[in-house]
């Protein structure tokens, strides 16, 4: 079954710090990817997505997010955080998007305090 | 104007009761979800409706039930409410498999 991990459960950091926060997907066929972030009291909104080309990809608010297909990774990036980026990650594949089922699957979320 | 909007916005109710939640979304989307989150933020996908058709139904209990009488509605009906339903309950859309926009949640209390 595909499954999404992230490794990094809770996250604290100081402002300026740098952000890496992983994402490993278990599934061999074409994926489409997706960084969601969740602040606190609101709903999910995406900060950005991979379907094809550049595995670099840039997002909202200074995130990047670098796909790499032999380690079926799509960490997500930030060089220097700000308080106001406190909120809950998640990492999203959506499995074989070709043949339309259309499965979503989420990860469990990363919890990420910026201290000022 | 609002993307996906979600009735009621809190919902407290005995254990046991029937109710239900509506969602909207007027993005002209093809595909809608509905969602449970936990208390640790844990998102679990229920139900998605592609075109009034139910293409995806995760191992939940048959007490739950969508119900969409348009592309721009899915309705999410919880008979005999059990404590352990209580969670936020978030609904969104999508064209296919493309970005999901989100409803503002629905935050269900069973007492």
């Known amino acids: 079954a595909q499954s999404v991990s992230q490794h990094n459960h809770h996250v604290i950091l100081s402002e300026a710090a740098s952000l890496e926060l992983g994402c490993n997907y278990s599934?061999?066929?074409?994926?489409?990817l997706f960084w969601y972030v969740q602040y606190p009291g609101q709903h999910l909104q995406l900060l950005l997505k991979?379907?094809?080309?550049?595995?670099l990809v840039k997002g909202i608010k200074g995130f990047e997010a670098e796909f790499i297909k032999s380690k079926f990774s799509f960490n997500l990036r930030k060089p220097s955080v700000q308080w106001s980026d406190t909120a809950e990650y998640f990492c999203?594949?959506?499995?074989?998007?070709?043949?339309?089922?259309?499965?979503?699957?989420f990860g469990t979320g990363t919890r990420l305090k910026v201290l000022a | 104007d609002t993307a996906v909007s979600q009735t009621p916005k809190y919902l407290v109710t005995q254990m046991g009761n029937d109710k239900s939640i509506k969602c909207e979304q007027n993005?002209?989307?093809?595909?809608m979800y509905w969602y449970k989150q936990d208390s640790k933020k844990f998102l679990k996908i229920m139900f998605s409706?592609?075109?009034?058709?139910?293409?995806i139904n995760e191992t939940v209990p048959n007490r739950f039930s969508p119900k969409s009488p348009d592309k721009a509605h899915l309705n999410l009906h919880i008979n005999s409410l059990e404590l352990g339903d209580s969670a936020v309950y978030f609904c969104?859309?999508?064209?296919?498999?493309?970005?999901?926009?989100f409803g503002p949640g629905t935050r269900l209390t069973v007492l």
């Open positions: 599934y061999g066929g074409t994926v489409n």
């Open positions: 969104a859309s999508s064209i296919r498999g493309d970005t999901q926009y």
């Open positions: 991979y379907f094809s080309g550049d595995p």
């Open positions: 993005l002209g989307h093809d595909t």
């Open positions: 409706y592609n075109n009034k058709e139910l293409i």
């Open positions: 999203a594949v959506n499995a074989d998007p070709i043949s339309g089922t259309y499965k979503y699957i």
